[in-house]
């Protein structure tokens, strides 16, 4: 069986690679260590599929004293996506910094650090200890920022100080709260931490200040300030990392916190608070998904546009908070609860994937028009559908996807958080979700419609865009309506322990 | 009041204090040394849970988590005081860079935004 | 005994005080001062606590390396503070130019938020126990089988070393962003911002022996006392820095190929450890082999040491230079179109 | 002994003392500067005269005069490394 830390091991040293080799080399072998990576992720699902979860120790010392690494079924469909993501982004970016001297310099910097920042969220997905959360919330917000400054241009530098500056904040916001948990109890893995939590002013404190920073870093709604500029005025991959990967590394360890290492805070544990948190985060998720969306639609910049799609976006994701917070009010028999409780976790799973795939399809597809036409100004667009007929596609896919039409991965994600809604008994949700897919439509329609609207000069020339980047953003798209069409085996490849019970909270540690 | 309740009281004070700087304050050099302000506090605060350990020695774990910390911060306030630099230069530059420089960049940004 | 309230009252008002002050004076300048005192009040607060391992960085750090980037920066980004002849405003460098200044409303929300936050943190702070373990008892239990005597270097290095490496990408991260924005690949050829002078060469020259001396001394002595690669790595980054500044050649003079290699050094010598840990049949991840444990720590360390040094110095140089001669050209061209 | 050492002790800090009330009181650079090394290099010797004479081996004897001698050499730099960075200035502004 492969070992677990490999999936650290090996982006870490390709980084180092990458570094020290120069020229044409250096791609390529990122590209290399991209494949290797994602095989070692595809070689670790057999090891979860027959024991639901696996834990190893570091350097031989148990839990409390060292640090343990925790890999479930959750951790790896996000090692998946980001493996499925990474190598396709790889082969868009070697297209991509080969265009120009200028942008060969930037490829030159690009390779190490995204390597650096593969490891950093591989770590997140297996990381079971707060402190070492942390750190690794440090290695993936540096490197994210480093990414995002890599054009200089002035906009981008702006908008990554901006982000490092709320990544900062968000972190420091997180180690108080570590720092507090660490006086309260006295340990620092994330299981024990759950197995002997107890309420009390400094526990709940700590809880506040970890999910705070954890908010500030998935730029939920009123947090989300840094998001877009960021991501819009980043080179084309770029984008599609953050907007893909990066913001889902904090939801998944905001998950952790929340299922794991507060399971008797968050009404998980049978004792039921009186006002659930969850449905605040569930609240602010909603109102996302809304705003977001609203002011996605009002955008007239492309890569504007699915940045503040991603804030609309990732409202989704919060949703799943208030719908589990009610289950123990609400389930007499743990029969009935489990049925949505799980149809909430699947859905909720999905859209991370599904999202995932979707966005960095139309970021890529976003980069090829920018090169072609030297803009991402939508009027610029025109005629665009006659011109590029692959790159429309690609849009046209992925924006399918994220409106949740059937025939994708989308679909499957909002129709079971739907059902989830409904089933336990919070129609509201389901109204936001509807509300949201219609604002969603509204503005995938807004990109359509301007690539083909005819335009009056035809002569504007077109920029050639190397096949290799055209291709890969087809790809991740016709991957997310893939994965739709078999929504049956991607739904089985979900983690076992998703019957209701707070993930990994139990087993695992010796 | 314990020493220790005296110097994570002081932790949290520090905390808050520069969180109110962060957010209030506009000059970007001044938001940075209002983090490490709250970088401060949080390590005092794990310090002095360290001391409250009246044993032979403070608990070093602790002490091992605010090296790293610090690590952290010193990298962080460099590359953002880095950024700052850039941007300055950049902006100071701007009236004629906009014409000439940029273009090469409008496949990342495009320049009429809203 | 009675006196040790009154001292750390009077730290804990002087660490408040300042910091207030800080962000409240409206000089940057001074406020810059206030920062690097700061930092020597911590670093007292982290003596009084039995901290020694981190007053020693944070004095380093905090007071030291941040000081002077702060300084650096200072000086590039506002120039001539309030005394500018040829009317131009100093453009005070800002996040969001176009937003106007925060209103009084801004302040009083920020108030009533910090309010809420300083009242939530107290309560949280008042209910923890005066008296508590943590995590002491068992690292004392298995220091013995660490390999070393000092028990934080033992958890560094050997019982979380996981994070020590993960802390080692950080600060690898924060170079590479920084030459991410540059127009050059190293600090290779950057010159000092003012031209060496005799008496600063020869202070360096004179102090450069001792204090390569005590980065030795502080390695050597992180194995059963307070000291370690960090601490030592700060000071070789601070000799690094100064010979840069005396003209005499340091970072900025290194083969690019061992500067590369001497950044990545403490990094990969994990990674390697990492490596071959995981790769052996029988061997546990991140594990020593019991006998070799001190040995490769020390190795580890050593290494560790280069590479912190060399990074921070790296870091500080780029910063204190700030665009080296690309500023100058740049600003040159600038004056030359004014002036058209 | 005890009571040298304290005597020594509380001159070092009356030294201290003069020299930072020189640094705020005094109406120019190059003499705030002058308050500041001078005094301060004395109050310095002063306590590490202290610590000598309670010191309980010669290297730790050694080791504080070494940082005595130290601090004297960088001080002394420092100082004049200032005071030609004012007269620069000075120069540049009658210009």
């Not at chain 3, 070789?236 to 050094?265: D, E």
């Not at chain 3, 020593?288 to 580890?300: E, G, M, R, T, V």
């Amino acid at each position: 069986m492969t070992h677990m830390l490999w999936v650290v091991l090996l982006p870490f040293l390709g980084a180092l690679c990458c570094l020290i080799l120069r020229g044409r080399a250096v791609a390529g072998t990122g590209i290399l260590f991209s494949l290797a990576v994602l095989a070692v992720c595809t070689n670790l699902l057999p090891g979860i599929w027959t024991q639901g979860q696996i834990r190893v120790e570091l350097g031989g010392w148990a839990a409390p004293l060292g640090i343990g690494l925790h890999l479930d079924g959750l951790g790896t469909f996000f090692l998946l996506l980001t493996a499925i993501v990474g190598v396709l982004v790889g082969l868009y970016a070697a297209g991509f910094f080969a265009q120009d001297k200028k942008h060969n310099a930037m490829g030159r910097h690009f390779w190490p650090i995204w390597l650096l920042l593969w490891g950093g969220l591989n770590g997140v997905y297996l990381c079971s200890d707060v402190f070492n959360a942390y750190v690794l919330l440090e290695v993936t917000g540096l490197s994210a920022v480093g990414l995002t400054v890599l054009s200089k241009t002035t906009a981008s530098l702006v908008a990554g100080l901006r982000y490092l500056l709320a990544a900062m904040f968000a972190s420091l916001m997180y180690l108080l709260g570590v720092g507090l948990l660490y006086a309260a109890c006295g340990q620092l893995d994330f299981v024990l931490l759950g197995q002997d939590m107890t309420q009390s002013p400094a526990t709940l404190t700590a809880f506040g200040l970890m999910v705070f920073g954890l908010l500030v870093k998935t730029a939920l709604l009123p947090f989300h300030f840094w998001l877009p500029p960021a991501h819009s005025s980043a080179p084309a991959p770029v984008s599609a990392i953050l907007s893909a990967l990066v913001v889902k590394a904090s939801f998944f360890l905001l998950l952790r916190i929340w299922f794991t290492v507060f399971p008797a805070l968050t009404g998980q544990a049978g004792s039921s608070p009186v006002l659930p948190p969850g449905l605040f985060l569930g609240l602010l998720g909603g109102l996302a998904v809304l705003w977001g969306s609203l002011q996605a639609v009002r955008q007239i910049r492309l890569k504007l546009l699915i940045a503040y799609s991603t804030v609309g976006q990732l409202g989704y994701l919060f949703l799943i908070f208030a719908l589990l917070s009610v289950s123990h009010g609400a389930g007499g028999g743990p029969s009935g609860a489990t049925d949505w409780t799980a149809m909430a976790w699947t859905g909720t799973v999905f859209h991370v994937f599904s999202h995932g795939l979707a966005k960095a399809a139309l970021f890529l597809a976003a980069g090829c028009l920018a090169l072609a036409m030297g803009t991402d100004d939508l009027n610029a667009m025109r005629n665009i559908a006659g011109r590029m007929p692959v790159i429309t596609f690609t849009l046209a896919m992925a924006g399918v996807s994220l409106m949740g039409l059937p025939p994708s991965a989308g679909f499957v994600a909002k129709w079971m958080l739907l059902r989830a809604a409904l089933a336990s008994g919070q129609w509201w949700w389901a109204v936001v979700i509807i509300l949201g897919g219609l604002l969603t439509a509204a503005y995938v329609f807004k990109i359509l419609a301007y690539t083909f609207v005819p335009s009056q000069d035809e002569t504007v020339p077109l920029r050639p865009v190397p096949p290799a980047m055209t291709l890969t953003a087809l790809a991740l798209a016709l991957l997310c309506a893939v994965s739709g069409f078999r929504a049956e085996e991607v739904i089985a490849l979900l983690p076992h322990g998703l019957d209701g019970s707070p993930l990994s909270a139990q087993g695992g540690s010796p | 009041m314990t020493t220790f309740h005296l110097y994570s009281f002081a932790a949290m004070l520090l905390a808050a204090l520069g969180v109110y700087g962060l957010i209030t304050r506009r000059h970007l050099l001044r938001k940075v040394m209002a983090l490490n302000i709250i970088a401060g506090g949080a390590f005092l605060l794990l310090i002095s849970t360290a001391y409250r350990n009246q044993g032979a020695f403070p608990d070093p774990v602790p002490h091992a988590m605010v090296l790293t910390g610090i690590v952290v911060a010193i990298s962080a306030t460099g590359f953002a005081l880095a950024l700052i630099q850039r941007i300055q230069k950049q902006l100071g530059q701007r009236p004629d860079q906009e014409a000439g420089d940029e273009n090469p960049d409008q496949t990342e940004t495009s320049r009429s935004g809203p | 005994m009675s006196l040790a309230p009154i001292f750390d009252i009077l730290l804990i008002t002087a660490l408040l005080l300042v910091s207030w002050r800080l962000l409240g004076n409206s000089d940057l300048f001074q406020a810059a001062v206030l920062f690097i005192s700061f930092g020597l009040f911590l670093s007292l607060a982290w003596v009084r606590l039995q901290a020694p391992d981190i007053a020693l960085a944070e004095a380093a750090v905090g007071a030291g390396l941040t000081g002077a980037l702060l300084f650096a920066t200072l000086k590039i980004v506002e120039p001539k503070q309030g005394r500018s002849k040829n009317g131009a405003q100093p453009k005070s460098c800002r996040l969001d130019r176009a937003a106007e200044c925060p209103g009084r409303m801004h302040y009083i929300l920020a108030s009533i938020f910090v309010l809420g936050l300083a009242g939530l943190l107290l309560t949280a702070v008042f209910s923890l126990p005066d008296t508590a373990n943590g995590l002491a008892g068992l690292t004392s239990g298995f220091l013995a089988q660490s390999g070393v005597e000092h028990p934080v270097t033992a958890v560094l290095l050997n019982f979380r070393l996981y994070d020590t490496w993960l802390e080692l990408g950080v600060l690898l991260l924060a170079l590479l962003g920084v030459l991410g924005t540059r127009d050059r690949l190293g600090p290779q050829n950057v010159t000092a911002a003012q031209p060496p002078n005799p008496v600063l060469s020869w202070l360096v020259r004179g102090l450069a022996p001792f204090m390569l001396l005590a980065t030795v001394y502080l390695l050597w002595l992180g194995d059963h006392a307070p000291g370690g690669a960090f601490q030592a790595g700060v000071v070789l980054a601070a000799t690094l820095v100064l010979l840069w500044l005396a003209g005499l050649g340091s970072v900025v003079r290194m083969p690019r190929h061992a500067w590369l290699f001497s950044l990545v050094a403490g990094f990969s010598a994990m990674l390697v450890l990492a490596l071959c840990t995981t790769l052996a049949p029988d061997a546990v991840a991140l594990a020593y082999p019991q006998s070799w444990a001190k040995a490769l720590i020390l190795l580890l360390e050593s290494v560790a040491t280069i590479s912190i040094g060399v990074i921070l110095a790296s870091l500080t140089v780029l910063v204190l230079a700030g665009e080296g001669e690309a500023n100058g050209a740049g600003a040159a061209e600038t004056d030359g179109k004014n002036g058209m | 002994m005890h009571i040298l050492a304290v005597l020594l002790c509380l001159a070092g800090a009356f030294f201290f003392l003069a020299g930072t009330a020189g640094l705020l009181r005094f109406p120019d650079s190059p003499s705030r500067l002058h308050a500041l090394t001078k005094a301060d290099n004395l109050g310095l010797g002063l306590i590490v005269l202290a610590l000598v004479v309670t010191s309980s081996s010669l290297a730790v004897a050694l080791k504080v005069i070494l940082v005595w001698l130290l601090a004297l050499a960088a001080s002394t730099s420092i100082c004049f490394l200032l005071g030609q960075s004012m007269l620069r200035q000075d120069q540049r502004q009658d210009q």
